[in-house]
């Protein structure tokens, strides 16, 4: 008997009344959703929310250029009745030098200094801490898994000052970053952990005995067998790393050592000033803020979808 007719003979014994029961030939759930997902109503709908969700932003692009009193005195739509460019806003920002300017280039490389060795530190130590609670066995293992699960239930502002008096002592090394490359890898590390358990504990078991049969350590293991599986995943944690790390206020507000090592963030937070008068230089400094993670995140979205196949291996 083929499989097909083995297939057709198990559903045809499940009773009608059966919860199970489907005619032959019926449509499956998964098959209904997928014709739906795929109808001309169901992309109308999603150009709909694509507009609805890029409008704002536009408006913000069209302000970035626009002369100061336009943006004080008129709203960004009406730039397309009398349409006015400049880019003074970008070069205030960017290269200003008075005190009431941006300059946000040096902000730009703190941000990039604080945001690169956090993003790995936390990837790293993630990978590493899945691995061992997925595939090393050790006492207390499973004890171990569910504090990291619970720790992503404290509030971080719960653990700011605490933190802060366990490294007041240690702001100045690493030029003054290192206090926030801690904090930013303390906080990043019990969702990355949790999210890489997750894709690792799936890994088929046979590949982990094969590898202990060829004489493979733990060490080896990890780096050639466990690492290029779980590629996809790893990168979809790093941009999510990347993104809160690079738009974070609050922990480099209270763990830089200085104005001097502030992000471009704290910057982004004075340029509307104190009384909140000079606020067209928040459109165009919004902007030059995008540029890093809209890279990061073009150059690794791809890996959104492979990452929700990660750890299946191909026979």
Known sequence: ??????????????PEASPLYRPQGAETMAGRVRRKLASRAASVVSIIIALVWTIPTFGLLVSSIRPENDIKTKGWWTFFAHPSFTL?????????????????????????????????FSVTLAAMAAYALSWLNFRGR??????????????????LIPMLQLVKGYTEWGG????????????????????????MSELP????????????????????????????????????????IWNDLLVALVFTSGQ??????????ELAGTRGNDWQRLTSGAFVSMIIPLIV?????????RGLLAGGVKG
Request: net charge neutral; charged share 10%.
């Open 205 to 244: 078991k046979d590949l982990f005995e094969a590898a202990r049969v060829d004489g493979a350590g733990p060490a080896v293991t990890f780096r050639r067998i466990v690492l290029p599986l779980v590629t996809p995943a790893l990168a979809s944690l790093t941009i999510f790393q990347f993104l809160w």
């Open 1 to 14: 008997m083929s499989s097909t007719d083995a297939v057709s003979t198990d559903a045809a014994d499940v």
């Open 88 to 120: 003074d806003n970008y070069n205030e920002v960017v290269f200003g030098t008075s005190a009431t300017s941006g300059r946000l280039a040096s902000y730009f490389i703190n941000s990039l200094v604080i945001t690169v060795p956090a993003v790995l």
């Open 297 to 305: 995140f073009l150059s690794l979205q791809r890996y959104f979808v």
């Open 142 to 159: 499973d004890w171990i898994f569910i504090g990291v699960f619970a720790l992503q239930i404290v509030p971080l502002q719960m653990a």
């Open 176 to 199: 003054g970053f290192f206090a926030v490359w801690f904090a930013h890898t303390c906080f990043g590390l019990p969702l990355g952990v949790f999210l890489l358990h997750n894709f």
């Open 260 to 269: 001097g090592n502030r992000p471009l963030t704290a910057r982004l937070a």
